[in-house]
C-alpha cells in the first residue's frame, strides 16, 4: 500500500509548494491537491510547467484532484458549471499525471428523495466517465458523513457506483465519513474491493451519529473510530492501494505544517501497519 497525504490536514497552516516540499522528505508517495484553494493558490506566483518539473524530479506523485464539489441534483446552470470545471481538471490532470478526481455529492438543506438522488449522481458519473475515459482518469466518489449530504453512507454510495457500473468509477471510502452516519460494515464486508480507489484515515472524538462535523477528526488512532474493524475488512475484499490521510483539525493547524505532516504520517503507520505494509522511503 501507498501512502499519501490530503492537504486538508495542513488548510489553514502551508501552501502546495511547502506540503510538496515537506512531503517528499518524509516518504510519501503521493499528493492529493485541493483544486479549490491551494492549486490555484500556486499557480498565482509559479506556473503549471513548474509543477510538472517537480513531480518528474521527486518521488512524490500527484494521487487526485480534490475535488469536483456538489456534483449531482444541480439545476441546469449548475450542471454546466460542474462539466465545464471537470474538462478543465481533465487537462491539468494530464499535464500533471493526476491519477483521480474526488467527486463530492451535493450538500443541501433541501428535502430530496433518494430515488432522485441516485438517478441523477448516475447520470452525472455516466458523463464524467465518458469525458474521463480518453484521459485516463478516474472518478472517485466521496460520500459525506453529514446528515445534509445526499450521499452519507457507504451502502447508499456503493449501490450508486454500482449501478453507474464503469470501470473508471469508484470510491473514496473515509473512515470519519463512515463513521460519522452509521456506515454498516457489512456493507463493506460484501464490497468489491476494486470498486475502492482510495481509502481516507482519520479519527474523531466520539460524538453521536449526526453530530460529527470535520473539525472533530484527530490523528488516526487517537478516537472513537473502530479502524481496526474497517482496515481488516478492507483487506479481505481485497484493497490495497492508497491510504491518505485527511484531517481538518484547527488545533492541527496551528502546528508548524512539518510537524503535522510527520506526526500524520507516524500516526498513520502505527494504524495501518497491523494490517498493510507500507513502504516508504
Same mark, same amino acid.
Given at each position: 500500500?501507498?501512502?499519501? $497525504?490530503?492537504?486538508?490536514?495542513?488548510?489553514?497552516?502551508?501552501?502546495?509548494?511547502?506540503?510538496?516540499?515537506?512531503?517528499?522528505?518524509?516518504?510519501?508517495?503521493?499528493?492529493?491537491?485541493?483544486?479549490?484553494?491551494? =492549486?490555484?493558490?500556486?499557480?498565482?506566483?509559479?506556473? =503549471?510547467?513548474?509543477?510538472?518539473?517537480?513531480?518528474?524530479?521527486?518521488?512524490?506523485?500527484?494521487?487526485?484532484?480534490?475535488? /469536483?464539489?456538489?456534483?449531482?441534483?444541480?439545476?441546469?446552470?449548475?450542471?454546466?458549471?460542474?462539466?465545464?470545471?471537470?474538462?478543465?481538471?481533465?487537462?491539468?490532470?494530464?499535464?500533471?499525471?493526476?491519477?483521480?478526481?474526488?467527486?463530492?455529492? /451535493?450538500?443541501?438543506?433541501?428535502?430530496? =428523495?433518494?430515488?432522485?438522488?441516485?438517478?441523477?449522481?448516475?447520470?452525472?458519473?455516466?458523463?464524467?466517465?465518458?469525458?474521463?475515459?480518453?484521459?485516463?482518469?478516474?472518478?472517485?466518489?466521496?460520500?459525506?458523513?453529514?446528515?445534509?449530504?445526499?450521499?452519507?453512507?457507504?451502502?447508499?454510495?456503493?449501490?450508486?457506483?454500482?449501478?453507474?457500473?464503469?470501470?473508471?468509477?469508484?470510491?473514496? /471510502?473515509?473512515? $470519519?465519513? $463512515?463513521?460519522?452516519?452509521?456506515?454498516?460494515?457489512?456493507? /463493506?464486508?460484501?464490497?468489491?474491493?476494486?470498486?475502492?480507489?482510495?481509502?481516507?484515515?482519520?479519527?474523531?472524538?466520539?460524538?453521536?451519529?449526526?453530530?460529527?462535523?470535520?473539525?472533530?477528526?484527530?490523528?488516526?488512532?487517537?478516537?472513537?473510530?473502530?479502524?481496526?474493524?474497517?482496515?481488516?475488512?478492507?483487506?479481505?475484499?481485497?484493497?490495497?492501494?492508497?491510504?491518505?490521510?485527511?484531517?481538518?483539525?484547527?488545533?492541527?493547524?496551528?502546528?508548524?505544517?512539518?510537524?503535522?505532516?510527520?506526526?500524520?504520517?507516524?500516526?498513520?503507520?502505527?494504524?495501518?501497519?497491523?494490517?498493510?505494509?507500507?513502504?516508504?522511503?
Amino acid at each position: 500500500m501507498k501512502l499519501c $497525504f490530503n492537504q486538508a490536514t495542513t488548510l489553514e497552516n502551508s501552501n502546495l509548494a511547502k506540503d510538496l516540499e515537506y512531503c517528499d522528505k518524509h516518504g510519501y508517495d503521493y499528493i492529493e491537491i485541493r483544486t479549490m484553494d491551494k =492549486l490555484p493558490e500556486y499557480l498565482k506566483e509559479k506556473s =503549471l510547467n513548474e509543477l510538472v518539473e517537480f513531480f518528474n524530479t521527486h518521488h512524490i506523485k500527484p494521487l487526485a484532484f480534490n475535488a /469536483l464539489v456538489f456534483f449531482n441534483n444541480r439545476d441546469e446552470a449548475g450542471y454546466k458549471e460542474i462539466i465545464d470545471e471537470f474538462k478543465e481538471m481533465m487537462e491539468t490532470a494530464k499535464k500533471l499525471g493526476v491519477k483521480y478526481v474526488v467527486a463530492v455529492p /451535493l450538500v443541501t438543506e433541501q428535502k430530496i =428523495l433518494k430515488g432522485d438522488i441516485k438517478n441523477s449522481c448516475v447520470e452525472v458519473l455516466k458523463e464524467l466517465s465518458d469525458i474521463a475515459d480518453p484521459y485516463g482518469v478516474k472518478i472517485a466518489v466521496e460520500f459525506v458523513g453529514h446528515p445534509q449530504c445526499t450521499v452519507n453512507t457507504f451502502g447508499q454510495a456503493y449501490d450508486i457506483v454500482e449501478t453507474v457500473n464503469r470501470e473508471n468509477v469508484g470510491l473514496v /471510502l473515509d473512515c $470519519f465519513h $463512515f463513521h460519522a452516519m452509521g456506515s454498516d460494515l457489512e456493507d /463493506l464486508k460484501k464490497a468489491d474491493g476494486s470498486k475502492i480507489f482510495i481509502l481516507h484515515i482519520d479519527d474523531t472524538e466520539d460524538f453521536p451519529i449526526g453530530f460529527l462535523r470535520d473539525e472533530d477528526r484527530v490523528w488516526p488512532g487517537l478516537g472513537g473510530i473502530d479502524l481496526d474493524s474497517i482496515l481488516s475488512t478492507l483487506k479481505k475484499i481485497g484493497f490495497s492501494d492508497v491510504v491518505s490521510v485527511e484531517l481538518f483539525r484547527p488545533e492541527y493547524y496551528e502546528l508548524d505544517a512539518e510537524e503535522a505532516i510527520k506526526t500524520a504520517k507516524e500516526t498513520t503507520l502505527k494504524v495501518v501497519s497491523k494490517y498493510y505494509d507500507l513502504q516508504t522511503v
